[in-house]
């Protein structure tokens, strides 16, 4: 597996690809679920990427950015919302 991680310091927006995640199977685009400055990178996926699956909300994160507009987040779906996302996508 490979993870290519937005710069810091890059301006994004929300839905702007910011990166990539490949896996023996696949490939996938990291979109940005908001808009606002990349603050920091994780630089530990780049030699540890299994972090995304082993730890994704602790060692596994893959940015941090400065939020734009705060509205932007209200937008978000909270882990009970996402879960349901899930759930309905195994159907």
């Known amino acids: 597996m490979f993870v290519d991680l937005p710069a810091a310091d890059n301006e994004v927006k ?5 990166g990539a995640i490949e896996s023996v199977k696949s490939a996938s685009d990291i979109l940005s679920p908001v808009s606002g400055l990349v603050v920091k990178a994780n630089i530990e996926l ?3 990427p299994k972090l995304i699956n082993e730890s994704a909300e602790d060692d596994g ?7 734009k507009d ?6 978000l779906m909270d882990e009970e ?7 309905g996508a195994d159907q």
């Open 46 to 48: 780049g030699t540890n």
């Open 81 to 87: 919302g996402y879960d349901a996302y899930i759930r």
């Open 14 to 18: 929300a839905g702007d690809t910011i």
């Open 61 to 67: 994160w893959i940015c941090k950015i400065a939020v």
């Open 70 to 75: 705060g509205k932007e987040i209200e937008a």
